[in-house]
């Protein structure tokens, strides 16, 4: 007996004429400028917030506003990634059922590269994206995944330019004639897809860009944080309630100095010292930053009255009963620079409980989460 032949699954037909490799090459060249940028700040962030010992000493803390544009570039490069890659998937999904499948183990690699690099880039970019809103709707780690995935993206996106070098080069300059001869069949096409596609990135970075570049923060619609909007005009990430810090008494607080010469000292006797006012900014890991005057005194100053020798690394406890930062660990190039303070006001008022009264780090070229609120103690290490 005959068995029925299975059936066909039908191919669809392309006929829209911009699923070219121009259109995938201009689009491809936008696209990885925007994962370069977001990688290379990405790895910045990550080496900031989480050095190997052994670059704890040669971090530098100058320039003050580098982290700030460091990390204001990553969110905005991320996000404008975004319309990027859906116009770099819609140029190429016709490819995606090109017969047969698979031609050979080669073939096959290829593909799967392709399938990583597809999966991680759509994976990194909205897990970035929901990151910025604080929604983490998955049971992991969101920063070392993150930090992996960014490895495999940019792994495959190597292996992708090599592959398609020979259709890149073809379609990389407007003069070639595998151009010329796409550009007299379209007509305005590709120019007005491109056009759209630039609008759309400079609309979506303009309505968001603001949050951390405030020269347009007046056009910060689309953006999670206002730079303006918070208590004392700053915002926070973690209020004193959500960090369990709350009803601390000015008069009953004590900081402790654990070094060579321990001491203790309170509030009244902080404001004694000698006081110094810097304007640096806090620049969240979430892209938002703004920069404010702090006064204070300089954590080299209690340092020094502990005995601390000039090497001397230093960890800082705060209040907090739990939380990733709660203990955070800075190396003497930080703790050693004429900015680094241990911040008593913000804009010559008193530090609202929300931005760590009675005391707080605040220090130049550092990840927001690294500027420790509600400091207890310091140890000298
Ligand atoms: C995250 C970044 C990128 C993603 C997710 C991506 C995605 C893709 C995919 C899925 C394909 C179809 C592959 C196939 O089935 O053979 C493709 C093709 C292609 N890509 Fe990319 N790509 C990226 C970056 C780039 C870059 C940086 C360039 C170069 C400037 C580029 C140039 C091309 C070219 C020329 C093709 C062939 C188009 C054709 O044959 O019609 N891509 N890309």
């Excluded at 990885?32 to 990405?42: E, K, L, N, P, S």
């Excluded at 406890?317 to 004429?338: F, I, K, N, T, W």
Aim: proline letters at 9%; glycine letters at 8%; one cysteine or more.
């Amino acid at each position: 007996m005959r068995l029925p032949s299975p059936p066909r699954v039908p191919v669809p037909s392309f006929t829209a004429r911009l699923h070219d490799p121009r259109t995938a090459t201009v689009i491809g060249r936008w696209l990885g400028i925007a994962v370069a940028v977001c990688f290379v700040t990405g790895l910045i962030s990550h080496v900031l917030q989480h050095p190997p010992e052994a670059l704890v000493p040669l971090l530098p803390s100058r320039p003050a506003w580098g982290y700030r544009l460091s990390q204001g570039l990553h969110v905005a490069s991320g996000t404008a990634a975004i319309p990027l890659l859906v116009a770099k998937l819609w140029t190429v999904y016709p490819k995606l059922f090109a017969q047969p499948v698979v031609r050979s183990v080669r073939h096959a690699l290829e593909r799967l590269s392709v399938a990583a690099m597809v999966a991680a880039a759509v994976f990194e970019l909205f897990s970035g994206l929901l990151n910025i809103v604080q929604w983490y709707p998955w049971p992991f780690s969101f920063v070392p995944v993150h930090f992996a995935v960014a490895w495999v993206l940019v792994g495959a996106l190597l292996v992708h330019v090599a592959v398609k070098a020979p259709d890149i080069t073809a379609h990389w300059s407007r003069r070639s004639p595998e151009v010329r001869a796409l550009a007299a069949a379209d007509g305005p096409d590709r120019r007005s897809l491109l056009a759209g596609l630039a609008a759309a990135v400079g609309a979506v970075t303009l309505v968001t860009v603001g949050q951390s570049f405030t020269p347009l923060k007046r056009f910060d619609l689309l953006a999670p944080r206002h730079p303006d909007r918070g208590p004392q005009a700053l915002p926070v990430n973690r209020t004193a309630a959500a960090a369990g810090v709350t009803g601390v008494s000015a008069g009953r607080w004590r900081l402790a100095v654990t070094g060579p010469r321990p001491y203790e000292i309170g509030l009244a006797e902080l404001r004694a010292m000698p006081q110094h006012t810097v304007t640096l900014p806090i620049a969240c890991v979430e892209g938002w930053s703004r920069s404010a005057e702090w006064t204070g005194v300089r954590i080299r100053d209690l340092l020094e009255r502990a005995g601390a020798p000039p090497g001397a690394r230093l960890r800082v406890v705060s209040l907090e009963g739990h939380g990733a930062y709660r203990v955070m660990e800075m190396g003497q190039g930080y703790a050693r620079d004429p900015l680094t303070l241990l911040a008593l006001r913000i804009n010559g008022e008193v530090l609202s409980p929300d931005h760590g009264f009675p005391a707080r780090i605040i220090a130049p070229n550092r990840p927001g989460v690294l500027q420790t609120k509600w400091v207890a103690r310091l140890e000298v290490l």
